[in-house]
């Protein structure tokens, strides 16, 4: 066991592994087996569908194994960085829904959070400086 083991690790060193957005790629992979599942009863051409699902399977499973074998790092961390992003970004959004509003800067297009406030509002942007109004 302990000679796998070993050859496992140097197959793997340099390589850039699991992250969060493998993960997500693969329980996107089983959702939609499970769409699969449902969507070939209620289909008449039950052939066409599985051809489709199969061709989106693989693809995922693809994509998965490219990102985990890949020795790229850096890119494969900038991709996760920005998936990991973009749902942090949703999640404060939901979160300050009420007490706050996302505006983005029209000139470097950075995303701003703003207290909720009714009427027209200036607003000096703290990356570029640029001053722009927002309706509350």
Same mark, same amino acid.
């Not at 850039?16 to 089983?30: E, I, M, P, R, S």
């Not at 499970?34 to 699902?53: G, H």
């Given at each position: 066991?302990?000679?796998?083991?070993?050859?496992?690790?140097?197959?793997?060193?340099?390589?850039?592994?699991?992250?969060?957005?493998?993960?997500?790629?693969?329980?996107?992979?089983?959702?939609?087996?499970?769409?699969?599942?449902?969507?070939?009863?209620?289909?008449?051409?039950?052939?066409?569908?599985?051809?489709?699902?199969?061709?989106?399977?693989?693809?995922?499973v693809?994509?998965?194994?490219?990102?985990?074998?890949?020795?790229?790092?850096?890119?494969?961390?900038?991709?996760?960085?920005?998936?990991?992003?973009?749902?942090? #970004?949703?999640?404060? @959004?939901?979160?300050?829904?009420? +007490?706050? %509003?996302?505006? !983005? $800067?029209?000139?470097c297009?950075?995303t #701003?959070?703003l207290? @909720?406030?009714?009427g027209?509002? +200036?607003? %000096?942007?703290? !990356? $570029?400086?640029?001053?722009?109004?927002?309706?509350?």
């Amino acid at each position: 066991m302990g000679k796998i083991k070993s050859a496992l690790y140097r197959f793997m060193y340099g390589r850039y592994g699991t992250d969060t957005l493998n993960k997500a790629l693969l329980w996107c992979y089983v959702g939609l087996i499970l769409v699969q599942m449902i969507v070939t009863v209620f289909v008449e051409n039950v052939a066409y569908a599985t051809f489709v699902f199969m061709i989106l399977e693989w693809t995922l499973v693809f994509v998965i194994f490219f990102r985990m074998m890949s020795r790229n790092i850096a890119k494969r961390r900038r991709e996760n960085e920005r998936f990991t992003s973009y749902f942090k #970004l949703v999640r404060n @959004k939901h979160r300050d829904r009420k +007490t706050h %509003v996302y505006r !983005k $800067c029209p000139s470097c297009k950075v995303t #701003l959070r703003l207290p @909720k406030a009714k009427g027209k509002h +200036t607003v %000096v942007c703290p !990356k $570029c400086k640029n001053r722009f109004e927002v309706r509350g």
